[in-house]
């Protein structure tokens, strides 16, 4: 793979806007330019992916969404840099308590989807993503509500790490979180691991007995399909959603359109 003075990996997902079905979404590589300097530290990564992503998106008067998990912060961090230096008069959107904090925290205007009909750009990292710019998310456990604000943004932005960046899922990342209502927690595990195979695992938290509760006070499963596969998983997710009791999957399908990877 060539290298590039670039700092980051960047994809492009490009939708035919003439044909409204997901389905004929396409992929176009456009760049990719990891980072080259040896010794790079994870951290400075995803800062370089979080500064490119808001440095080349993010403009005055936008609504923001702003994703969740650690790479997060980074975006917040230009952010707030950005709206010190050029007044952007931003308003942002947050997927999750943890980013409603971080806006709070930088002394930026936060708003919510009661308050704003769409989103201009929404920002957020991804536990894995393959070469079509399909992603699992939810590892952090704030899937759902990173999935309602992305659906309801004009762009959709990916910030992540060179570890998250694969050919196909299943390569980093080995299963998909599914956010499940508590009372039919097993009804749904015994479901999916007996139409869709592999093993479905209630999430344990690690600082409390019992399992984790999301921020919409469900339950998350965690399903090991098995590893990679050449899988549908617009399908996969499809069946997984029409379970009842499942409130949404960490899949993102023909969602993405453009991906920085530090």
């Known amino acids: 793979m060539r290298q590039l003075r670039g700092l ?32 790079m530290s994870v951290e400075e990564a995803k800062r370089k992916a979080a500064f490119a992503a808001v440095d080349n998106h993010v403009r005055k008067n936008q609504i923001v969404g702003v994703g969740s998990g650690s ?22 959107v947050p997927t999750s308590f943890q980013a409603r904090q971080l806006i709070l925290d930088a002394g930026l205007v936060l708003s919510d989807l009661e308050r704003e009909a769409q989103v201009d750009i929404t920002i957020d990292g991804c536990d894995e993503s393959d070469d079509n710019l399909t992603l699992i998310k939810g590892g952090g ?49 015994e479901k999916i691991e007996s139409e869709l195979g592999g093993e479905a695992k209630l999430r344990m938290a690690k600082a409390k007995a019992g ?3 999301t921020d919409n006070s469900n339950f998350l499963l965690d399903w090991y399909w098995g590893g990679e596969g050449d899988k549908d998983w617009d399908q996969v997710n499809s069946r997984i959603v029409m379970i009842p009791g499942v409130l949404e999957t960490g899949l993102f399908v023909n969602m993405a359109q453009k991906a920085y990877f530090g």
């Open 211 to 213: 399992p984790v509760v």
């Open 141 to 189: 456990g704030c899937l759902t509500q990173e999935k309602i604000v992305a659906a309801f943004s004009k762009e959709f932005v990916v910030i992540a790490d060179y570890r998250k960046n694969s050919s196909a899922l299943g390569q980093q990342w080995k299963y998909v979180p599914i956010e499940v209502v508590p009372f039919a927690w097993k009804q749904v595990k």
């Open 8 to 39: 980051f990996c960047y994809h492009q997902l490009l939708r035919n806007p003439t044909i409204p079905s997901p389905s004929n979404f396409s992929t176009v590589i456009t760049t990719r330019a990891y980072a080259s300097v040896q010794g």
């Open 71 to 92: 790479t997060i912060v980074h975006a917040v961090d230009r952010l707030k840099e950005r709206n010190a230096q050029e007044d952007l008069n931003i308003r942002c």
